[in-house]
């Protein structure tokens, strides 16, 4: 199972913290700690994960009803005619 930190970490689930499951394995961490895209990922890293993916509309969903109507966070995106991952806010 996967943690992920929205400020945004995928962090393994063998750290201290706990996560309930579900469905896809993974779960959303939101850290409330304004940084850079760059600095997020770091932090992200240094906690053994990357920005997270939202790959779905359940998870878009999720995240948007924690972040709430004010909130901003980064996330990962991937270009689909490169490969790697590109900076992006996401937030309309």
């Known amino acids: ?3 992920w930190v929205f400020g945004v970490l995928l962090v393994p689930v063998v750290l201290v913290w706990s996560c309930p499951e579900s469905e896809s394995g993974s779960c959303l961490w939101f ?3 304004p940084l850079s895209f760059r600095d997020a990922e770091a932090r992200c890293q240094t906690l053994g994960g990357h920005l997270a993916f939202i790959t779905d509309p359940r998870t878009q969903e999720q995240v948007l009803k924690v972040l709430g109507p004010e909130q901003e966070a980064w996330i990962g995106l991937k270009n689909s005619t490169h490969s790697g991952t590109t900076p992006g806010l996401h937030r309309d």
Do not use: G, K, T
Request: negative net charge.
């Open 1 to 3: 199972m996967d943690l």
């Open 31 to 33: 850290e409330d700690v």
